[in-house]
């Protein structure tokens, strides 16, 4: 798994610079088959991350540009007459790696039309249920709001994203090494796929796999517990986002070699899985305290116990 893992990684490293922990999270989410959700300032490298990953997996890909007048049949499809019987004309989401560029610049009616398929992995169009292609993963992109033309997206479709994370600015080294490779070429045109799709789902199957201890899921309990009691969140991470947890901790542990979780797993990962999931409370905007933040102080708070590893 090392070895596949490194090799997807070299790829996507060949593209984005100075990132290796944004990176990593990414490939860890795909081989959860959940959704990523990056979000930062224009210009940063989100659609070039996506479009790295979709070559260095080798998966049928389609893009989306979000604007306001998209519509949602642009996302899941619509029917035509056609001999005398309707034909369904397949939307974006007939495929397996969906690139949902600022996604957070559309109408919230288009954003819900995402909801059936980032949850069920299927869409229903003039009555008719069309399962999509396996595996199918979201990578969507958004601009901070704030931002001209954009708008929050709905609870109910934050949740639907395994993670959120952002890139941020390069450093020094890294943004000269950038405008020294774009000068003459694009790198993203260098990039081969590191696996099949066959292999993809085969690795995504052995990290369904992977075991979690009882102390581990009281671990996981403990941390989603003390987000619903917090002073500074309003509401806490709910049952799915306690399943998502533990999903991202079996992939994060299969990527680093292990076939069980260890509490280490579920902290690394638990900042990404549920910052985007909270709410927090008046309180916590008085003392402008970012989620990020209230959540790590739960990490530190609550107490990690002692698995042994094997």
Same mark, same amino acid.
């Given at each position: 798994?090392?070895?596949?893992?490194?090799?997807?990684?070299?790829?996507?490293?060949?593209?984005?610079?100075?990132?290796?922990?944004?990176?990593?999270?990414?490939?860890i989410?795909?081989?959860?088959?959940?959704?990523?959700?990056l979000?930062?300032?224009?210009?940063?490298?989100?659609?070039t991350?996506?479009?790295?990953? *979709?070559?260095?997996?080798?998966?049928?890909?389609? @893009?989306?540009? &979000?604007?306001?007048?998209?519509?949602? *049949? /642009?996302?899941?499809?619509?029917?035509?007459?056609?001999?005398?019987?309707?034909?369904?004309?397949?939307?974006?989401v007939?495929? +397996?790696?969906?690139?949902? /560029?600022?996604?957070?610049?559309?109408?919230?009616?288009?954003?819900?039309?995402?909801?059936? $398929?980032?949850?069920? =992995?299927?869409?229903?169009?003039?009555?008719?249920?069309?399962?999509?292609?396996?595996?199918?993963?979201?990578? #969507?992109?958004?601009?901070?709001?704030?931002?001209?033309?954009?708008?929050?997206?709905? %609870? $109910?479709?934050?949740?639907? &994203?395994?993670?959120?994370?952002s890139?941020?600015?390069?450093?020094?080294?890294?943004?000269?090494?950038?405008?020294?490779?774009?000068?003459?070429? +694009?790198?993203? !045109?260098?990039?081969? #796929?590191?696996?099949?799709?066959e292999?993809?789902?085969?690795?995504?199957? /052995?990290?369904?796999?992977?075991?979690?201890?009882?102390?581990? =899921?009281?671990y996981?309990?403990?941390?989603v517990?003390?987000?619903?009691?917090?002073?500074?969140?309003?509401?806490?991470? *709910?049952? @799915?986002? %306690?399943?998502?947890?533990?999903?991202?901790?079996?992939?994060?542990? &299969?990527?680093?070699?292990?076939?069980?979780?260890?509490?280490? !797993?579920?902290?690394?990962?638990?900042? /990404?899985?549920?910052?985007?999931?909270?709410?927090?409370?008046?309180?916590?905007?008085?003392?402008?305290? *970012?989620?990020?933040?209230?959540?790590?102080?739960?990490?530190?708070?609550?107490?990690?116990?002692?698995?042994?590893?094997?």
């Amino acid at each position: 798994m090392y070895e596949v893992t490194e090799k997807i990684l070299r790829e996507v490293r060949k593209v984005i610079v100075g990132k290796d922990d944004v990176v990593e999270k990414v490939w860890i989410s795909i081989l959860a088959q959940g959704h990523v959700l990056l979000e930062d300032v224009p210009g940063v490298g989100k659609t070039t991350m996506a479009l790295a990953f *979709s070559k260095a997996l080798g998966l049928e890909t389609k @893009r989306v540009q &979000f604007t306001p007048d998209t519509m949602p *049949s /642009d996302i899941i499809g619509f029917s035509l007459p056609e001999q005398g019987r309707m034909v369904y004309q397949p939307g974006a989401v007939m495929t +397996n790696l969906l690139l949902a /560029d600022e996604i957070n610049r559309t109408s919230s009616k288009t954003q819900s039309a995402l909801l059936e $398929a980032m949850e069920e =992995y299927h869409v229903t169009v003039d009555g008719q249920t069309y399962p999509l292609p396996e595996p199918f993963v979201v990578l #969507a992109t958004q601009n901070p709001v704030g931002s001209a033309g954009t708008q929050l997206l709905p %609870a $109910a479709q934050l949740d639907r &994203f395994l993670i959120r994370t952002s890139m941020g600015y390069p450093d020094a080294k890294s943004q000269i090494d950038i405008l020294k490779e774009r000068h003459h070429e +694009n790198p993203l !045109d260098k990039l081969t #796929a590191a696996v099949s799709r066959e292999q993809l789902l085969s690795l995504m199957n /052995d990290a369904r796999q992977v075991h979690i201890s009882d102390p581990v =899921y009281a671990y996981v309990v403990d941390l989603v517990t003390a987000t619903r009691e917090n002073e500074f969140i309003e509401l806490g991470v *709910s049952p @799915r986002g %306690a399943l998502a947890l533990c999903r991202m901790a079996k992939s994060c542990a &299969f990527v680093r070699g292990r076939d069980y979780v260890i509490p280490e !797993d579920v902290a690394a990962v638990f900042d /990404d899985v549920c910052c985007h999931r909270l709410v927090l409370s008046a309180k916590a905007r008085l003392h402008r305290l *970012s989620a990020a933040v209230v959540t790590a102080e739960i990490v530190k708070t609550v107490k990690m116990p002692q698995v042994q590893e094997k």
